[in-house]
């Protein structure tokens, strides 16, 4: 039992890591587009109504987007980063619905918003930061 213990632990580091490292490749370049990168990230949000600090949602995308995938590669926060991700895949996935846009826009941010949702749920596992340094919550 042990030895399929592992293993599963084994791939779920794999898929952490995996995913974490794509969505902060996703990420990188709108942290470091600066003020005109973020202000159009973050018009997006008037579909929801918010029509303020459109630079300031931008940014909060791309930071968790960046710094969020960082954290979930390495399983460090892994649940509060999980739960940022899943909230900025469901402004995505709802903003490209909203837009009228078909499945193979969409599909991608409601993949992800799938597998954040579960990793709230699943936890960082054996082979993280988190089980490292806080072995009581990990």
Known sequence: MKQKNN??????????VGIG????????????????????????MS????DFAPAFWGFLAAFVESVGGLLFALGLFFRPAALLLAGNMTVALLTHVLAGDNFMI?????????VFAASILI????????????????
Not at 26 to 42: F, L, Q, V
Not at 106 to 114: E, P, S, V, Y
Not at 129 to 136: I, S, T, V
């Open 106 to 114: 969409f599909g991608h941010a409601m993949d992800l918003l799938i």
């Open 47 to 50: 579909n929801f109504g918010i």
């Open 7 to 16: 293993l599963l632990q084994a791939g779920w580091l794999i898929l952490r």
């Open 123 to 138: 936890g960082a596992g054996k082979y993280s930061l988190d089980a490292k340094l806080f072995p009581k919550i990990a």
């Open 21 to 44: 490292i794509s969505i902060f490749l996703h990420g990188y370049p709108k942290i470091t587009g600066g003020a005109e990168t973020w202000t159009m990230i973050g018009g997006t």
